[in-house]
């Protein structure tokens, strides 16, 4: 983890690996409550097993604030410990509001930073806050995010795409409205290196799962499936002038399935035929 002592006039400047990362974790899974005139507080509530990284936050925020535990009976466990990080000082909650961290119910409106950010440690906080690292029960590696933000889900997406070269497109599920983006296999493994790379600010497990991606290799036996063909006008010109599936498949490089495919869905219109 670098050295990043806390300078007032740097708090969230986003270039900062740091302070990327931090708003990003913040955007996913802090609270900023606005109180009777200019008072109000930013909070952020995890697991006690991850309290070292709201104490990173203390450290980094050059206004007072306060890491404390709790004990309580949840739903889901007789009694739950949990670690909160508390920031009251007006000058932190307006310059986080400014870049893009509104007061009150955010999980849908949240969009990334329109200033210059690290793209990598702001997409690690959104993962660390909101997202998952590790193998599945069939022991493939995988990391995901979950959010109800469409902007969010098209800038992971986006981003993801640059760093394994897959390409996703999903719908919100229709339970609850929610986007659970997967990446598995060497695509996780790409970008779980790219992501958490060497003394980055993280939560340590985290840190720990992501690392232990690099270990898998794919089973002998287990084949990887064709990358999506990305279909131009000008491909589906050519698809549509060949005189039979094969001729289109040789010249393009396709698989005669994936043609015949795309032509069926030109010719019923399922998809928008070229000018």
Known sequence: MADCEPIAHQFMHLTVPEYAYMFGFLQADGHLAQGPGQKGRLTV?????????LHEFRRLT?????????????????TH?????TLCALAARTRLNELGLPYGSKSKGITPPCVPFSSRDYVRGLIDADG?????????????????SEAIYLYFRFYAQHATGVQRTLKRNARDGIYNILYTKESAQKLAAQLYYSKCLSMKRKQA?????????????????????????????????APTIAHAAVKLGHTANACQARRWRLLHDVADRPN
Do not use: C, H, M
């Open 132 to 148: 998952s690292v590790g193998f599945t029960a069939q022991g493939w590696p995988f990391i995901s995010l979950t959010t109800a």
């Open 209 to 241: 799962a992501a690392d232990s991606l690099a270990s898998w290799s794919r089973p002998v036996g287990i084949q990887r499936k064709p990358g999506r063909i990305e279909w131009t006008q000008e491909k589906d010109e050519i698809l549509l002038a």
């Open 62 to 78: 050059p206004y007072y604030s306060s890491v404390i535990e709790r004990t309580r009976s949840t739903n889901f466990a007789k």
């Open 45 to 53: 509530e995890i697991s006690a097993r991850d309290i070292e990284i």
């Open 81 to 85: 410990t949990s670690a909160i990080w």
